[in-house]
Each structure stands twice: as structure tokens, then as C-alpha cells.
DNA sequence: TTTACATTCTCACAGCTTTCTCACAGGAAG
DNA sequence: CTTCCTGTGAGAAAGCTGTGAGAATGTAAA
């Protein structure tokens, strides 16, 4: 298991705690990758293959929050926070973010490894890392990478939370969705069980991808469940 | 009827604890069982549909390192291990022997429902655990993941209720199911002896699924018994 | 600051679907 | 034949969804 050499990118600003890791890292036969800063992981995630990334929330640019978010837009891989910050909201928030794990700084290398072991172990089992840059269904693409929506190759006007739900249906083609589900991944935990504006965001989607919204080709509704992006 | 929550296992021989994580679980709209042994955590898994296990390491009858490893020979499911030891090795242990999460004693509330959170996001997006995604008896073809029914391949149109009377059949293949079972799984207990609805029920969900609703292929009527789905 | 504009949420209501209740007919079993 | 059980259609009650109008919020330009 351990030959497959995965690569792991380390953002960490503090020097110390960083050489720290990539001993063990090196240790154990993993390759790794390290950025200082928000930027610098955002751009090395383009350019190199990783598996997994190491994640410091304090970073000097701007807030790991904001990494987690942005790498979870177009990529499931593995993210273990690894942050001196030990408020119970702050780990919830990271975590309904989409992070995968959380660590409190001290850590031993014991534990963050075998942390990283599982990390690995879901991502496997999940079938590998799997990048989305563009998905089309019918005449409808989503360009993960560009943040922008085509109808038949031309493009569409959609507002931020129009294309979260998209992001949503397009990661679960063909699967139907359940009202709260859609509610929790878009509105995040706790902002509970407002259907209704859950219907008015999908009368304007309708509006913009269906020819005629009465009659949706491409979002379906499964009355009493939730809805569903057709896969045909 | 929005009960298709998910199902937690408590394995906690502490009352105290196991009340405080009860409390949080209902606040948060999962169903749950609770055992305080290894023996019973075992049996509850055999006899009903779980979906995630929160597993104290101390048990009273054997260790539940154990019980980890035991499931872990025919199930993927989540199992979180909330434990007072917090010793390096023993998380590395737990991690490595398949758990998916380590929880140290005290913990809040906050984070370990994120944590949950987390678990299922992980099963949801591997399809989930050890059902599979599609089952078919004859023409008739369930898909748990998508939510849908086939009959011949052509997808079928099923109310919340018909689908969670399909299920059922479908879980039971080829058993007699009596009328009170199935009142007591698709309404709930306290919905006392009213099989008129159910038999409605069947008569809509008979004539999407049969030829000939007057005499049944798939699912049959046991007079003075109940139904059962045939298993050819 | 004011103004204009886009986005998102709230409300009320119409229309549709699902579900349950009722009444009755046809069968099976004794 | 009688009694109990099951299936079916009609229709009422309850629940769910889509939509337009407008309020609230946030953002950018003048």
C-alpha cells in the first residue's frame, strides 16, 4: 500500500512545525510538496499531482477556511486541518466545510499518521482522485474550473447560490437529492429546514437551464423526496 | 414522513454519557440504538439497519478493538471510537485496525456531530455501505442509491410511501411479511390496526408494478397472514 | 452620501399529488 | 350459507410545489 508513493502538499507557514512533518512524512515513504501560504496551495494544486493535503488554517494571505472551499468546488481529495486554533465551532465549521480531519496543534507524528492512513484508505475505496475541470449533461455543461455554466455552448448569467446547487446536482447525476440534504450542503448546517427558499432558488435555476421550467428536462422533481438531475 | 434519518450505534457502557450523546443525536434528528457491551453491539448489527457506530474502546464483556475488527470483515460502515485513553499508540491502533475517526473523552457536543457528519458525507459519496445499489427480482429492479424503480428497465413514477413499502419487500425478498409488521415499519408504532390504508397502498403500488393487479406476480397476498414479495 | 442594481429571502395563494376513509363487491374457508 | 378477508373506485383531507410580488440585504458606481 505504501509504494503507490502518494504526494502530499503540506500549507504551513511556521517553519519549524513544517520540517517537523516532512520528516515524517519521509519517514513513513510518502513524497510531499510545501507552500507557505493560501496562494502558493491553490497554484501548486493546479501544477502537481496530490493526494492529500496537510492544511494550516492561519495562514499569512488569506484564511485555509477559504482553501478548503475552493478545492472542494472541483476535487474530493483528502484535507486534514492541522491548526493551533481548538474552538469546538471552528472544527465543526472546517469540517462541514469539507475538510476531512482535524488536528490540534501539538500533534504527534503517531497520530497524524495514522490519520493520513485513513485519509488514503477512504480515498481508494472511494475509487481514487477524481478531478472534475467540466461535466456536461444533455446540453447543459459546468465548467468547475472557470466557474461558468453553458446552455447548448452558450453562456449563462448565474448567481453564487444558483451555481452551488448546480455543483451540488452535477456531483450526484442522477441520484435524487432529499430537500434537506440540498438545504445542509448549500446552506450549511443548522440554517434548518427553509423549503421555501429552496423553491424560489430552483424556480429561477428552472428559469435559466429549463426551455420550459413547467415541464423540466434536466432537474426533475420527485414530489415528497427532492429532486434529481436527469442522467440520461 | 420525512423518517429515512440514519441510524447510529451507541456502544457506551457509561449512562451518563451515553444519555448526553443520545440527547445530541435526537437534537440533530438521527434515529439511534444503544448497547453497553461488545455482544450487544454485535447482535444490534445483525438484527437492524445501522449506519454509523460511535464505539467507547472499554468495555465491560471484551475490548472493543474487537468489535472493530470484527465488522471490519463484512462491513465498511463508519465507526467512530470515542474513548477516555488518549494514548498516541492506542489511536494509531484503532485507526489502522479500521476505524474511520478517535474522539478523546471530554469531547463536545459540536464536534463530534461535525465529525459524524463527515462519516456519512464519506458513505454517502461511496454509495452507501454494505447494501447494494441496485437489487432486481424479475423485471423489477430497486436502486437504493438513486432512489428509483425500473420495471423492465423503464423508470417507474412511486409515491414516498409505495417506495418505503418497496423497500421493505425488497429487504425481505422472498419472506412473508404480516400486515402488522409492515403498518408497524411504514407508519411507526402507535399507528395502531389500520391495514385499509395499507391496502390501498398496495392496490396503487400493484397497479405501477403489475400486468395484471388481479393476479399478482411480485408481490402476493398470503390470506390471513399478510404479503410477500416472490423470489422466483 | 445617494442611487441604482443584483441577489436572496419571505409571503400568500393557486393548483396539483399523495394519502386516507368509506362503501361495496367478490372470494375463500368453514 | 355465513362469515371473514381482500381489492377497488370515488372522493375528501392533507400536504407539497411553483410562482409572482415585494421586502431585505448587500454591492458598486456616481
Redesign the pocket.
Known sequence: MQNRNERVLIVEDDAQIKNFICYSLKQEGFSYSTTGTAQGALSTLVSEQIDLILLDLGLPDFDGMEVIKKVREWSDMPIIVVSARDQDKEKALALDNGADDYLTKPFSTTELMARIRVALRHLYKAGGNIQYTSQTVGGLRLDFDKHLVFLNEKEL???????SLLVLFFKNVGKVLT?RYILKEI?GVG?GT???????????L??KIEEN??K?RYIL???????RLTDE
Not at 157 to 163: L, N, R, S
Not at 222 to 227: F, R
Open positions: 448569467h448565474i448567481t453564487p447560490m444558483e451555481y430537500t446552506y440554517y427553509d423549503t421555501q427558499a429552496l423553491r424560489t432558488l430552483m424556480a429561477g428552472r428559469r421550467p413547467a423540466p422533481t420527485e414530489i415528497g423526496v427532492g429532486y
